[in-house]
């Protein structure tokens, strides 16, 4: 009996520590713009403190081969697959806005985000 216990003890810790957790990492925003939109849809481009630059490099890093999701005010506004981390060293980061954030709410938190009075958060899927 002390035994099947004992496995049924491992077994479960086992399938506990294979659970993985998101992970998400804030960035804050130095600057921006708003690009008119063009064939590819609207876009903003912006500029990350230091730090932060520094964050989403080392963030894209651990998430190479997988998706993640972009936030805007709490709201996923895209998410892109990580095909090579990105190595940003004080270039400005590209974001394509797709039609559904265009709402007046949505159009009012990218443009506290460009701005700089938002937090831009990129956080990894649990599945991956």
Do not use: Y
């Not at 490099?57 to 936030?71: N, Y």
């Not at 005010?73 to 400005?92: A, C, E, T, Y």
Request: charged share 20%; proline share 4%; hydrophobic share 45%.
């Amino acid at each position: 009996m002390k035994a099947i216990i004992a496995t049924l003890v491992f077994s479960c810790s086992i399938s506990w520590s294979s659970l993985a957790t998101a992970e998400t990492v804030k960035l804050q925003v130095a600057g921006g713009e708003i690009a008119a939109p063009s064939s590819q849809g609207d876009r903003i481009w912006l500029n990350l403190m230091s730090d932060s630059s520094r964050d989403l490099s080392e963030f894209t890093v651990r998430h190479v081969g997988k998706d993640i999701d972009v936030l805007i005010n709490k709201n996923v506004v895209v998410s892109p697959h990580i095909n090579d981390p990105f190595l940003f060293s004080g270039q400005p980061l590209h974001i394509a806005i797709p039609a559904s954030a265009t709402g007046v709410e949505s159009m009012e938190a990218i443009e506290k985000l460009v701005s700089g009075k938002l937090i831009l958060e990129v956080r990894s899927h649990d599945s991956q």
